[in-house]
């Protein structure tokens, strides 16, 4: 069983800074894939940014200069620094870990954290 607890959103005026967190309690934390999500009110779940065990990172062209993942393994934590923030990045954003097996994926969600860019 793997919880994630994601922390760190809220209001923000545009252009403005917030840095999200993401704790894990699972075993090895730094072999696992982790990621973050988002989803504005109608819309489907999209990848924001994702970090690899190997720290290899990818964005979402929305958030390509604005956004920067990473993780700090003795703290089972992955964070988002959310720079230059923009109405559209309103959202829920989910903390997501990726569990591989051979074949077999496990994958987990955090409950999520609100953020609302807005003036």
């Known amino acids: 069983q793997v919880q994630l607890v994601e922390s760190g959103g809220g209001l923000v005026q545009p252009g403005g800074s917030l840095r999200l967190s993401c704790v894990a309690s699972?075993?090895?934390?730094?072999?696992?894939?982790m990621g973050w999500y988002r989803q504005a009110p109608g819309k489907q779940r999209d990848l924001v940014a994702r970090?690899?065990?190997?720290?290899?990172?990818n964005y979402a062209d929305s958030v390509k200069g604005r956004f920067t993942i990473s993780r700090d393994n003795a703290k089972n934590t992955v964070y988002l620094q959310m720079n230059s923030l923009k109405p559209d990045d309103t959202a829920v954003y989910y903390c997501?870990?990726?569990?591989?097996?051979?074949?077999?994926?496990?994958?987990?969600w955090g409950q999520g954290t609100q953020v609302t860019v807005s003036s």
């Open positions: 997501n870990l990726v569990w591989r097996v051979g074949l077999t994926e496990y994958d987990y």
């Open positions: 970090i690899t065990s190997g720290e290899t990172t």
């Open positions: 699972a075993r090895i934390f730094s072999i696992y894939r």
